[in-house]
């Protein structure tokens, strides 16, 4: 049956933002962390039941390469020094980490750097290069790597968390990559895909037909020396949240993952799930201005603006509207300069100004608003009265156009022409006239104005001043 032909389901799981814990979040994590904050806020409020889950990577190989970075930064503070590779982590906060170490523990974790420099295997391959440091250094630290790999875990995971409840988003569910692994969710959904007859072994290794779903080529899910690849518990963790009651599983992904789309849900059809079931909205990268200067982002060499600078600049409220001022698909240019600006050219004061002007208004009258729900209308007839008359009432359809075609940023187009709808009516009639029943129905479409600022800036994640 057609997914149109069932009625809409009410349990969604919508996960979002889900960085590799391997560094500070960046302006691009950050538009990924308000575009499902605000996707999330606006299924709630039209109806739906949401959960809001983080998918913590904290057993792939990016975590390998985080730990090795930290411990050989920790060498050099004992005057070992290996050779940094340039594809390893660069950034300062890899160096704080290894403070951290040596302040706990001293020097406990140290080793010659000719044993480490023994382990290399000869290859200018990077990549090649880069794995055996890792090799060598789970060798000689033997039990120890397990901790210098949790603490970076830890404080990278807690840096994470504290930024974007910082930021004013909140995730329900925090998954673990590992407890797939350790719970045996891989090897039931490698099994479940095998016994499907999806599939087959070549070269020792066992590979999924994803070709049969669309896909442009097969792929490993299982290495010749058994370790799973990273798809494994990808699709693990996709079996998982069906088999947790979720009708609807909607995932809020960077642009980079487009190709990614096919195979995640070619193995659920395998796995006997419709795979219409599984939304993917893709979120655009983000070019970040200064002064009308482009700035630099490098997750791994270091070199990037984090979500906390940003936020610290133009602040939370200016950071969650203008990431919200593009479709998701979209790239998006962040203008730093207009989001700290206090003018009618900067959309997230021109809105916030307009909730506090009713505010301003309402407290001059000093009035019970009980008292405006049943006024009578019928007095309101200039022409910007009708058009936020208009304005208002495409509120209701809006919030369920949004919730339906995941597009949470339309909400910010709304506002901003609501806003400019007030704004307007704000400056061609007075609301505290002398005639009571025109300044009382001047009153309530005020009201009513500024609970649907109030509404929409909030679930969009926007403070809503009641002066400025």
């Known amino acids: 049956m057609h997914s149109d032909a069932v009625p809409t389901p009410a349990l ?42 983080y998918y913590v990577n904290d057993a792939g190989r990016q975590m390998d390469i985080l730990a090795l970075s930290t411990w050989l930064r920790y060498l050099e503070l004992f005057g070992e020094l290996v050779p940094f590779p340039p594809n390893a982590y660069q950034g300062g906060y890899v160096r704080e980490m290894a ?64 930024d974007l409840e910082e930021f004013g988003v909140h995730h329900d569910v925090w998954f673990s990559e590992n407890s797939l692994h350790d719970t045996g969710m891989v090897q039931k959904a490698i099994d479940t895909l095998e016994a499907n007859g999806h599939i ?34 990808d699709i693990a963790y996709h079996l998982n949240k069906f088999e947790r009651g979720f009708d609807r599983v909607v995932n809020v992904w ?16 395998a796995l006997g799930i419709d795979a219409k079931r599984l939304d993917v909205t893709l979120v655009q990268f983000v070019s970040l201005f200064r002064d009308g200067v482009k700035a630099s982002m490098s997750t ?9 600078q940003l936020r610290h600049e133009v602040g939370n409220d200016a950071c969650r509207f203008f990431y919200m001022l593009r479709k998701a698909d979209q790239a ?45 209308l019928s007095t309101l007839k200039h022409e910007t009265e009708i058009a936020l008359f208009a304005q208002l009432g495409e509120f209701a359809l809006l919030i369920q156009n949004a919730a339906k075609d995941f597009a949470p940023h339309s909400l910010a187009f709304y506002l901003k022409d609501l806003a400019a709808a007030f704004h307007a009516w704000y400056n061609a009639e007075r ?38």
């Open 99 to 162: 403070e951290q170490i040596q302040a706990a523990h001293q020097d406990k974790f140290s080793r010659p750097a000719a044993a480490v420099v023994a382990c290399l295997p000869t290859t200018d391959n990077l990549d090649e290069t880069l794995d055996g440091l890792i090799v060598a250094a789970k060798d000689l630290l033997g039990e120890d790597w397990r901790y210098v790999h949790q603490h970076v875990l830890t404080e990278q995971l807690a840096e994470c968390r504290s």
């Open 300 to 308: 791994r060499a270091g070199e990037y603006v984090t979500l906390r």
């Open 12 to 53: 969604r799981s919508v996960e979002f933002v889900s960085a590799n814990p391997t560094g500070p979040l960046h302006v691009g994590h950050g538009r990924g962390a308000a575009f499902g904050a605000s996707l999330a806020s606006v299924l709630a409020f039209a109806g739906y039941s949401v959960s809001r889950e």
């Open 332 to 376: 998006l240019d962040f203008d730093m300069d207009l989001a700290t600006s206090q003018s009618n050219e900067n959309p997230v004061y021109y809105v916030q100004y307009a909730h506090a002007r009713i505010c301003s208004v309402l407290a001059q009258w000093n009035g019970d608003e009980a008292s405006l729900r049943n006024v009578d």
């Open 431 to 468: 609301v505290l006239v002398e005639d009571p029943a025109i300044r009382n129905a001047r009153l309530a479409l005020a009201v009513a104005t500024r609970h649907a600022l109030r509404n929409g800036l909030s679930l969009l994640g926007v403070s809503q001043p009641v002066s400025m």
């Open 254 to 269: 960077g642009a980079d993952h487009h190709g990614y789309i096919t195979r995640v849900k070619g193995a659920l059809s």
């Open 200 to 233: 087959y072994e070549q070269d020792g290794a066992k590979w999924f037909r994803s070709t049969a779903f669309g896909d442009e080529k097969d792929r490993v899910v299982q290495r010749d020396n058994g370790a799973f690849t990273y798809f494994a518990p």
